[in-house]
Structures are given as C-alpha cells and as structure tokens.
C-alpha cells in the first residue's frame, strides 16, 4: 500500500476492511458530498462529507451524510462546548495534511476530536472520503468509529 493515503495507511494499519471507489473530482462542485455520491452510486445517506470545525477554539472533526446540513449547536453540544464554527478551509488542510474536498476522518496529521452523525452510523456500510479528492472508502460505522477514536452523536440540523 506504499501509494495509499494517510486515510488508506490508517485503516490497514488498524487491520479494518475496506473497500477502495474512485470517481472523477470536479472542482467547484457547490455540494461535492452529493456530487461523490451520485458519482459512485451509494444513496447520500450513507456518503459521509468530512467537516473540521472549531469547538471554544479547538479542532474538531464531524462527518455526517452529504446531503445533510450541520447544526453548530448540536456539533457544539456534541464536544461539550458552547459554540462551533467551521474551521478555515487553509487551517482545515494545515491541521489534516489533507486538501479540502478530499479530508478524511482517518488518518489526519494531528487527531482531533472527531463525532459522526448517529443517523448514519445504523447502516451496514458506509462511505467516507479516503485520504485525496475522488477516492472514497466504505467501511462498517464499528471500524470508522474505532480508527478514527470517535462516537456517534446528533449533529445534523432537522
């Protein structure tokens, strides 16, 4: 796996199954989320986009399905805090060592917090992104939470 991703070398790493899909990156996409999932196939429920955002100033990481929108209060509430932001696009790729469009819960250069939509998290697969732009992963909710050391919270808006 020498040409994996930092995303790719930490599942094996963790001996966890996955499966590898590419498609094809625009850029400028306005929901690339949806774009990914309409392009490999999978319902967007269970293509996950990568969001880092700021908890009371600190880095964290959420994932929730593509065609969903993120609820600050509840991102907040889920990392115990009072208020979050999205997090600066550069500093987003400065903290994972990963370009936007293509962050991945796994395998980022400094680990942050990281929280996962619970909605999504009862189905028996799911798709992330997997390291770069147009290469997603599927994996079971079980490994995504253990390789990335997160838990499944609420943090989409209704």
Not at 50 to 64: F, H, N, Q, S
Not at 137 to 148: K, Q
Request: charged content about 20%; overall charge positive.
């Amino acid at each position: 796996m020498s040409k994996g991703t930092p995303a790719t070398q930490a599942l094996a790493r963790a001996k966890v199954a996955f499966e590898l899909l590419e498609y094809d990156y625009v850029s400028g996409q306005a929901q690339i989320g949806l774009h990914a999932a309409e392009e490999i196939g999978w319902p967007p429920e269970k293509v996950l986009k990568t969001l880092m955002v700021e908890v009371d100033g600190k880095p964290c990481c959420a994932a929730i399905p593509s065609g969903a929108s993120l609820s600050m209060k509840r991102v907040a509430s889920a990392f115990g805090g009072k208020s979050a932001q999205m997090m600066d696009p550069a500093k987003a790729e400065r903290l994972t060592g990963m370009h936007t469009g293509g962050i991945s819960p796994f395998g980022q250069k400094k680990r942050v917090p990281t929280a996962f939509e619970a909605a999504a998290m009862g189905a028996e697969r799911i798709v992330l992104n997997g390291g770069r732009r147009g290469l997603m992963v599927v994996v079971t909710p079980a490994d995504a939470l253990e390789v990335s050391g997160g838990k499944a919270a609420p943090l989409a808006a209704d």
